[in-house]
Nanobody, 125 residues
Framework: QLVESGGGLVQAGDSLRISCVASSGTLTNYMMGWFRQTPGKEREFVAAISWSGLKTFESDSVKGRFTISRDNAKNTVYLQMNILKPEDTAVYYC????????????????????WGQGTRVTVSS
């Protein structure tokens, strides 16, 4: 089970770090992704990280502002969000996919098998 935390209300230009922890089991061998969703829109890819943490990929809309990282010893994945903008307002979800031997990080929601319940991030202007 994945549990996100750390969301909240911030002002434009602020920073925020959200976390995703596996409450049972381990995240080792799992590719992890962050997605976000606003009402009436499809879930949008934000960032992904390989199970080792050595490979990351961010969407163009957050590149240079958001950083994904992980601590496998703590079964936790993080999303550091800097220079937040009102358009970053959304519910943020973490997701897990068993990586096995594949090298390509996945960016589509239906490519991930396990999801958290989401944490809300609101950025005021």
């Amino acid at each position: 089970q994945l549990v996100e935390s750390g969301g909240g209300l911030v002002q434009a230009g602020d920073s925020l770090r959200i976390s995703c922890v596996a409450s049972s089991g381990t995240l080792t061998n799992y590719m992890m992704g962050w997605f976000r969703q606003t009402p009436g829109k499809e879930r949008e890819f934000v960032a992904a990280i390989s199970w080792s943490g050595l490979k990351t990929f961010e969407s163009d809309s957050v590149k240079g502002r958001f950083t994904i990282s992980r601590d496998n010893a703590k079964n936790t994945v993080y999303l550091q969000m800097n220079i937040l903008k009102p358009e970053d307002t959304a519910v943020y979800y973490c997701a897990a996919r068993l990586q096995l031997q594949e090298l390509r990080l996945r960016t589509l929601p239906n490519e991930y098998a396990y999801w958290g319940q989401g944490t809300r991030v609101t950025v005021s202007s």
